[in-house]
């Protein structure tokens, strides 16, 4: 093998380890932001349920406090009746 060659193929296989790194870096990219997707899809699942569970509870607290109110009148009027 003449030093021409030898240089040739250790180029080749420079240039394919290479190339095996770039897409080996793509890979953990990729996953890292499939990661940063399934997080961001997770906060905001979080905070949906946030918002409902707030909205149902301040439902509730004036569903409550209609029925006190209601409750109140009937008293007052059943006491001056």
């Known amino acids: 093998m003449t030093t021409k060659q030898k240089l040739a193929a250790a180029t080749k296989q420079a240039k394919q380890r290479l190339i095996e790194a770039a897409d080996a870096a793509l890979v953990a990219q990729g996953k890292a932001a499939r ?6 899809a997770r906060k905001a ?3 949906t349920v946030a918002k409902t569970v707030a909205f149902a509870g301040a439902a509730t607290a004036a569903v409550l406090g209609a029925r006190a109110g209601a409750r109140a009148l009937r008293r007052r009027a059943a006491e001056t009746a």
């Open 35 to 40: 990661a940063r997707q399934r997080k961001r």
């Open 45 to 47: 699942a979080l905070k």
